[in-house]
């Protein structure tokens, strides 16, 4: 297999993005990109999926911050209720923090996460209402990632993943 470009170290990747279904609804993501099944063929890539981390199982409820944002979860001024109006913050902290210690162990120098995820989100997220509106945001594992140094880009950004990582 001939790779057209080999990233300069190890990418932690929603592992939605390669066809496992752990999303909420129990459903993949699985993105078009024959550089990144590449990469994942060659050991490039190290899969996560924070929730299921902290303990969540497939399916569940949807979920979102409620009072912030990812930061704001991290440093205990808002929250993460599911759906159902159920406080699940502490499973997306310790989804957070064991992504963050993955990726650590991994040697990875950057992520490619899913928008709009409250955990992965790394420029969008939902407003807290679960009425589908969409606003400018980041999840709790995309905020600690970036906050510790390893930077988080989300679907949308492919190009200037790329830009870094290679």
Not at 8 to 17: D, P
Not at 62 to 76: K, P
């Amino acid at each position: 297999m001939a790779v057209s470009m080999i990233p300069r170290g190890k990418i932690l990747v929603s592992a939605c993005f390669l066809g496992h279904p752990v999303r909420y609804d129990g459903q993949a993501k699985t993105l078009d990109r024959p550089l990144l099944q590449e990469w994942n063929a060659l050991g490039y890539l190290t899969l996560a999926c924070p929730e299921l981390a902290g303990g969540l199982p497939v399916p569940r409820q949807a979920a979102e911050i409620v009072g912030g944002q990812g930061l704001e979860v991290l440093n205990g001024t808002a929250e993460v209720f599911n759906r159902a109006g159920y406080n699940v913050s502490s499973y997306f902290l310790e989804g957070a923090h064991k992504t963050l210690q993955m990726a650590l162990h991994h040697g990875v120098i950057a992520a490619f996460l899913k928008q709009r995820s409250p955990s992965c989100g790394t420029r969008e997220a939902y407003d807290g209402t679960f009425s589908g509106q969409v606003i400018t945001g980041i999840g709790v594992t995309a905020a600690l990632l970036q906050q510790k140094g390893i930077p988080a880009f989300g679907e949308d950004q492919w190009d200037k993943l790329l830009s870094f990582v290679t």
